[in-house]
């Protein structure tokens, strides 16, 4: 499944289209002061099980790397996988209550 990103100012999601290009999946953040704050991760039904929400959070870290971003992780989906993933917790800001 291709992953897609778009921003638009300061506002950015990280997304995955059926054929159809109905975005079933769909992973939202905010940049502000050299971080990244993840609002919000959601996978459709038909998705679950399939490691979607894990490859979402694993493009936004990617992004946070490329561009220099500290990670504030405000979803709790995106936080438990931060945090339960020494290799992603480079990006994690210290201070991550938002």
Do not use: W
Not at 20 to 33: C, F, I, N, Q
Not at 57 to 84: G, M, T, W, Y
Request: aromatic residues 6%.
């Amino acid at each position: 499944m291709l992953i897609q990103h778009n921003q638009s100012g300061d506002h950015g999601v990280f997304f995955i289209e059926s054929e159809s290009g109905e975005r079933v999946a769909e992973l939202t953040y905010l940049e502000k002061s050299e971080q990244m704050h993840i609002d919000h991760t959601e996978v459709d039904d038909s998705l679950r099980g399939k490691n979607i929400g894990y490859q979402l959070v694993e493009a936004a870290v990617a992004h946070a790397r490329q561009n220099s971003l500290k990670i504030v992780p405000l979803c709790p989906f995106a936080k438990a996988l931060i945090d339960k993933r020494p290799e992603m917790q480079d990006v994690l800001a210290k201070d991550t209550t938002g």
